[in-house]
């Protein structure tokens, strides 16, 4: 085999060996912690704590309630029970009764709007709690997914490595480091020659430059410089 196609197969691993790499870091990058789930996390914490906050609020109100009608009861039956006859005393309990109704219609009141913000708080906080189930769920089989495509091209990269090795030691260093420092100049090293055309750079070959590179010899595109390879 030439040299030429030696360091042309070299060449087409190597490109493998970079996609395959470029690919490992891209799922690298996706691995970790999702920022949607940390968002519907916090989101639902909060949202659990606002209705337990609001809770608190409603049994706060409802033991207020109970106690302006422990006191309602007894002072509408002295008002009522005639045993009351002096009219300023009278008048006097009949505001009394009054402020306590008028006390517990307000809190009866905002207790009411309490319990409807409890209902929907609750609604709000089992939304968030399945779309943050659901986001969970997602993310999990996505990690997963993610974790066996990365054992796959670990593997995929070790077996091209081996393959480089193996095609490296046909090959005399000298021309490995020389096939390497022109790689690392052009993105490629080797260029395919078809119908006369050099495929790295698209100009047509001289007949003697044909005729060198078809020798088998280390030829080199006179217009971009890469090693010629004759299929
Ligand atoms: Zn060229």
Same mark, same amino acid.
Request: glycine residues 4%.
């Given at each position: 085999?030439?040299? #030429?196609?030696?360091?042309?197969?070299?060449?087409?691993?190597?490109?493998?060996?970079?996609?395959?790499?470029? %690919?490992?870091?891209? $799922?690298?990058?996706?691995?970790?912690?999702?920022? %949607?789930?940390?968002?519907?996390?916090?989101?639902?914490?909060?949202?659990?704590?606002?209705?337990?906050?609001?809770?608190?609020?409603? !049994?706060?109100?409802?033991?207020? $309630?109970?106690?302006?009608? =422990?006191?309602?009861?007894?002072?509408?039956?002295?008002?009522?029970?005639?045993? $009351?006859?002096?009219?300023?005393?009278?008048?006097?309990?009949? !505001?009394?009764?009054?402020?306590?109704?008028?006390?517990?219609?307000?809190?009866?009141?905002? #207790?009411?709007?309490?319990?409807?913000?409890?209902?929907?708080?609750?609604?709000?906080?089992?939304?968030?709690?399945?779309?943050?189930?659901?986001?969970?769920?997602?993310?999990?089989?996505?990690?997963?997914?993610?974790?066996? =495509?990365?054992?796959?091209?670990?593997?995929?990269?070790?077996?091209?490595? !081996?393959?480089?090795?193996?095609?490296?030691?046909?090959?005399?260093?000298?021309? $490995?480091?020389?096939?390497?420092?022109?790689?690392?100049?052009?993105?490629? %090293?080797?260029?395919?020659?078809?119908?006369?055309?050099?495929?790295?750079?698209?100009?047509?070959?001289?007949?003697?430059?044909?005729?060198?590179?078809?020798?088998? =010899?280390?030829?080199?595109?006179? =217009?971009?410089?890469?090693?010629?390879?004759?299929?």
């Amino acid at each position: 085999m030439s040299v #030429a196609k030696q360091l042309y197969q070299l060449q087409e691993v190597d490109l493998e060996l970079e996609a395959n790499e470029q %690919a490992l870091r891209q $799922i690298a990058s996706q691995l970790g912690e999702s920022q %949607a789930v940390v968002k519907a996390r916090t989101k639902l914490a909060s949202e659990n704590q606002r209705l337990e906050e609001l809770k608190r609020q409603q !049994h706060s109100l409802e033991w207020e $309630i109970d106690d302006l009608v =422990n006191k309602l009861a007894p002072a509408q039956e002295r008002l009522y029970g005639g045993s $009351i006859k002096n009219p300023k005393e009278l008048t006097n309990l009949q !505001h009394e009764v009054e402020g306590l109704k008028s006390k517990r219609d307000q809190l009866e009141d905002k #207790a009411l709007e309490v319990m409807e913000q409890v209902e929907l708080t609750e609604a709000s906080v089992a939304t968030i709690s399945n779309d943050s189930k659901r986001l969970e769920a997602e993310w999990q089989s996505q990690q997963q997914q993610l974790s066996s =495509n990365m054992e796959e091209l670990k593997t995929t990269l070790s077996d091209l490595q !081996h393959k480089r090795e193996a095609l490296s030691t046909s090959i005399d260093p000298e021309t $490995i480091e020389f096939y390497d420092k022109l790689k690392k100049q052009k993105g490629t %090293a080797a260029a395919k020659v078809e119908q006369g055309i050099c495929r790295g750079c698209r100009i047509s070959l001289s007949a003697a430059e044909l005729q060198q590179a078809r020798g088998g =010899n280390l030829v080199q595109c006179s =217009n971009c410089g890469r090693i010629l390879f004759l299929a």
